[in-house]
């Protein structure tokens, strides 16, 4: 069994991930993180040697379609509809995501 969690791991945690905590937050997320930890623990505990492995939880259903390929979208047809476009260079402006 793992050491407890405590007040000093939440602390150097929200350390690392940059986050200023109040008094409350510590106390508070130091138990639902041991909480979590312990609920962790109990899941590792389960024997699942005889269970086999899967990529996903439905794995008797085909959930995925075949990869047909198929022909792109001209420039012309991509470029249609987008603003400022210049269609000669192939590209089109966008509104600033970052920084803007």
């Known amino acids: 069994m793992a050491a407890a969690l405590t007040l000093a791991d939440v602390e150097r945690i929200a350390a690392l991930a940059h986050l200023e905590l109040t008094a409350e937050e510590k106390v508070l997320f130091t138990r639902q993180l041991a909480d979590i ?3 962790a623990q109990q899941v590792q505990a ?3 040697s005889g269970v086999p492995a899967t990529a996903h939880v439905h794995a008797r259903q085909q959930t995925e379609r075949e990869d047909e390929p198929h022909d792109s979208l001209s420039l012309a ?3 249609g509809n987008a603003p400022d476009a210049v ?3 192939g590209l ?3 509104s600033r995501a970052i920084g803007g």
């Open 87 to 89: 269609p000669d260079a």
């Open 77 to 79: 047809d991509a470029l």
């Open 92 to 94: 089109f402006r966008v």
């Open 37 to 39: 930890l312990a609920y």
């Open 46 to 48: 389960i024997d699942t």
